[in-house]
T-cell receptor, first 109, second 113 residues
Framework: GDSVTQMEGPVTLSEEAFLTINCTYT??????LFWYVQYPGEGLQLLLK?????DKGSNKGFEATYRKETTSFHLEKGSVQVSDSAVYFC????????FGSGTKLNVKP | NAGVTQTPKFQVLKTGQSMTLQCAQDMNHEYMSWYRQDPGMGLRLIHYSVGAGITDQGEVPNGYNVSRSTTEDFPLRLLSAAPSQTSVYFCASSSVGLGTEAFFGQGTRLTVV
């Protein structure tokens, strides 16, 4: 069936380090792909999305590319900031949304 | 621009009590859903709806009921609260188009003692 696997956390980085959070999915079709971010005490909010193969979503310095061949949608940022500390969720949408388990990112000054 | 509104924000229940978590959206979205978030478990889908009068179960529906009498509202009912239902609950809405994003409420933190 349809599912998503996301890199486990927590991930701890120093400010200005490079970030990668891995996300892969299994699907019988071609989902749209989303990354959501959750700041402490808040609900989830959309970070970026890609709706078809080879699309690149980007926002706030974060990027992710829809890789149909490897069924992946890895999140990257070239230089993280303390303010990026949050929980990140990968979420393919088939008919319903499927959410990964979340990856907590801690960025140290 | 209210978006998705959940009430209450916090609730403490005694075991066996019932209550309703409210969710309302003002974006005319067809699709609405309820999730629970537990530490280390991510988001798990409880129930969802693709339009007024249509509901379906998610992966953890036991102990919860829903109804969808209007497009705007999607309440979640706990029939007889149990400590295992202590969690943070999120309501979300979206259009039914595959490429459209979900909008989330701020969450309800429920403690069952």
């Amino acid at each position: 069936g349809d599912s998503v696997t996301q890199m486990e956390g927590p991930v701890t980085l120093s400010e200005e380090a490079f970030l990668t959070i891995n996300c892969t999915y299994t699907a019988t079709g071609y989902p749209s792909l989303f990354w959501y971010v959750q700041y402490p005490g808040e609900g989830l909010q959309l970070l970026l999305k890609a709706t078809k193969a080879d699309d690149k979503g980007s926002n706030k310095g974060f990027e992710a590319t829809y890789r149909k061949e490897t069924t992946s949608f890895h999140l990257e940022k070239g230089s993280v900031q303390v303010s990026d500390s949050a929980v990140y969720f990968c979420a393919p949408r088939f008919n319903k949304f499927y959410f990964g388990s979340g990856t907590k990112l801690n960025v140290k000054p | 621009n209210a978006g998705v509104t959940q009430t209450p924000k916090f609730q403490v229940l005694k075991t066996g009590q019932s209550m309703t978590l409210q969710c309302a959206q003002d974006m005319n979205h067809e699709y609405m859903s309820w999730y629970r978030q537990d530490p280390g478990m991510g988001l798990r889908l409880i129930h969802y709806s693709v339009g007024a009068g249509i509901t379906d179960q998610g992966e953890v529906p036991n102990g919860y009921n829903v109804s969808r009498s209007t497009t705007e509202d999607f309440p979640l009912r706990l029939l007889s609260a149990a400590p295992s239902q202590t969690s943070v609950y999120f309501c979300a809405s979206s259009s039914v188009g595959l490429g459209t994003e979900a909008f989330f409420g701020q969450g309800t933190r429920l403690t069952v003692v």
